[in-house]
């Protein structure tokens, strides 16, 4: 049971470039979530989902678009990436049966825009 | 969101007692309180969550106020493995939102 998998681990791109961060989960949760993480800051929701094809904006997502066609996969696109989104970037997801309440984290990708 | 307010830093010594509080004077009724916790360079992992009543498993105990305006994560014999910044997070009651504030972050002596 691999979890919940983040591709890449590390980035840098230029201002300017857009570029896709990848997450997949095998537990067939429902619920997929994506987090930027500035240094020494709390987590901030970006966008999340509540199944295949339903997405939502969360508290930071402008620059940043989702979709989810599968219930496995939720990419995290940066449409013309800037130096102010610089930070790590963590997906998450949870089952939404009662009683299993637990998010499960990636690992992160630490995103680098010069 | 219902919002949480916790200190920015806490120091314990190794093998004793933490206790770690949360304030949510703005919880619902419906709302259940959640705690994660962050490891030096990982993502956040489930810890424990409750609604009324206190509550234990394997990591934590969570101690909640009859008034559920504030509640308390206990480890009861912190280890340096413990050492990590700890999330009290209230996510709004039929979503599945959390909202991440800053955290309060544990060390521990040895």
């Known amino acids: 049971n691999a979890g919940v998998t983040q591709t890449p681990k590390f980035q840098v791109l230029k201002t300017g470039q857009s570029m896709t961060l990848q997450c997949a989960q095998d537990?067939?949760?429902?619920?997929m979530s994506w987090y930027r993480q500035d240094p020494g800051m709390g987590l901030r929701l970006i966008h999340y989902s509540v199944g295949a094809g339903i997405t939502d904006q969360g508290e930071v997502p402008n620059g940043y678009n989702v979709s989810r066609s599968t219930t496995e996969d939720f990419p995290l696109r940066l449409l013309s990436a800037a130096p102010s989104q610089t930070s790590v970037y963590f997906c998450a997801s949870r089952s939404t049966l009662t009683g299993n309440y637990g998010y499960t984290f990636g690992s992160g990708t630490r995103l680098t825009v010069v | 969101d219902a919002k949480t307010t916790q200190p920015n830093s806490m120091e314990s010594n190794e093998e004793e007692p933490v206790h770690l509080p949360c304030n949510h004077s703005t919880i619902s009724g419906t709302d259940y309180i959640h705690w994660y916790r962050q490891l030096p360079s990982q993502g956040p992992e489930y810890v424990i969550h409750g609604l009324t009543s206190n509550v234990n498993n394997r990591m934590a105990s969570l101690a909640i106020a009859e008034d559920r305006k504030s509640s308390t994560l206990i480890l009861h014999r912190a280890t340096l493995r413990d050492a990590a910044v700890y999330y009290c997070?209230?996510?709004?009651?039929?979503?599945?939102?959390?909202?991440f504030g800053t955290g309060t972050r544990l060390k521990v002596l040895a």
């Open positions: 537990m067939n949760h429902e619920y």
């Open positions: 997070i209230l996510p709004t009651s039929g979503t599945y939102k959390y909202i």
